[in-house]
């Protein structure tokens, strides 16, 4: 079968539907420590410095002035210090302030400064704007240099991030709309628990802030994308009249597909829904169905993905798989022989309703790769499945330490993450546990499933992997 079909069956040489946009998170991120001193070269330091809140500019808007004393956290490689740039500007808006912060650092580098005396909800936030300097002699050195803005939870693991690329001289704009920032890989992030405003260093680098300032947003937001922006996005020549939407309690569906039942598929996604809670049923209720979008033609889907990256600031390649999911959006195309419950738009969209109802980031790891496809598996039967996962018990299954290490994986271990999940689903000694597991999953920010085995089951891989073994050689023995 072509690899573009990848979820419509379930082939070991099927090509992955979810892509994992790498975040910048360096191996040098580190916890907000208490310092004694500053700067010392390849630890954190915490300074006193910064974060007075000014009297708001404009009706909503919430300034954050680097003045005043409150800690801040300063990652290894890295030295800050106050900084008076020289020049003005001329705006309409919030100005530098001349007190301004200059970081100094090398790859990892960067600061995060505790913005919770910005008396706001940031589902309240359009969009967070900041003033950047560099002098002559610095975009001299470093020509183009890259950096991320990180709005963080208070334990700074869950955040949600911004790639900037800067190659100015003197002072700087910057206006960045909430709505395309990045979540970051592990636990969800969450708009109504971020504390800290921080920015981190892709390059080395000498950049200097002043001033930052938020807008406020005409309606509540949260953490997905709009719809209707997407909309806009996915169809960005096609007269309005040509689109189709239907939106139920479980989904939002969005299409150009001439054929594609809408009614039909609805429905069919609902019961869906309706299996993952009963399985699972510790899910939270989503505020807005899971959103899939039925291109007509392959090549409308596969600029689709990449569009969005894009507007994340992030690059991404054409997907090649059947379907994909990003950030929360599921998208797929129309194939006249697999008609409206074509499988892949089963696939996609418990990725895309995991995101909504799970507090863990939409990665291809074991835990959502192997739910999707066994939730796929239930709906759409494969005929040769027994056969596939005998063969696999023979000879190709990989250790669980690999497949449950929390990292993406690969397609060939689809049927592997599948069956796991139908043991933890059905046997009752772990079924018990999986809300637990979720849970520690999120607080470790990590899907790695080792840390948890021996204080919720006392077990380990080893174990694990006969009662798998078991299950499986009883749940698919060859038919007499």
Known sequence: MDQNDSHDEFHDNAATGIPSIANGRSKRDSKHFKARKLFRRGMV??????????TPVAFGQQLLTFEGSVQVSVRALSQLDFWKPEGSVSDSGPKPEGRAVRLRGEIGGGFAVNATSLAMDWRQVESIGLWLHRSAEEAKEHPTVELVLRLSEEDQKASFWRRLEVSHVGWQKLV???????????????????KFVGVQLRDPATVTLDTVWTEPSAQPRDEFLATESLTKLAFPKLDSSNIRTLETRDVQLVTNAKSLELERLATHLGTVAQRLHRELPFLSKPSRGAVLFVFQERAEYQRFAPRIARQLNSRLDPPEAGGYTLQGISSSWWDEKQGSLRPVYTHEFVHGYLSRTLPLSTTGDWLQEGLAAHIQLEFHPQENLSQLVRDGLKSSSTPFAELCSGRPIHT?????????????????RYQAKLKDLVERLA??????????????????????????????????????
Request: glycine letters at 4%; aromatic letters at 14%.
């Open 412 to 428: 060939s271990r689809y049927w592997q993450a599948a069956t796991l999940w139908r043991m933890l689903i059905n046997e009752p």
């Open 176 to 194: 960045l709309p909430l709505e395309w920032f990045v979540w970051s890989d592990g636990r969800m992030p969450r708009w109504e628990k971020v």
């Open 443 to 480: 607080a470790a920010n990590s899907t790695d499933l080792g840390p948890h085995l021996e204080p919720l089951w006392g077990t380990n891989f080893d174990k694990l992997t006969s009662d798998w073994r078991a299950f499986c050689e009883m749940q698919f023995r060859r038919d007499e």
């Open 45 to 54: 330091a915490g300074i006193l410095l910064v974060a007075s809140l000014a």
